[in-house]
């Protein structure tokens, strides 16, 4: 059985994060949708910053996979 629905947002924003967890630091932002583009703006904010725009290496370890990956339909 295959179940589908709409769902509107009704102007609710979305807030998205990123944790550092070596200086427990947030950063986080309000973006009007999910999906790759604020998540992309959110990368930009935190490394643009110091110690992320110099480190040779910064990891990330990201959840809700699908607001940060682009969708495409699937072949039903």
Known sequence: MKLEFEYERMGALAY???????????????????????FTRLVDQVMS???????KRVFWVIDNGSSTVELRPSED
Not at 18 to 38: L, M, Q, S
């Open 16 to 38: 998205i994060a990123a944790w550092d967890v070596h200086r427990a630091k947030v950063f986080g932002r309000c973006e009007k949708t999910t999906g790759i583009e604020p």
């Open 49 to 55: 910053q110091e110690p992320y725009n110099s480190a």
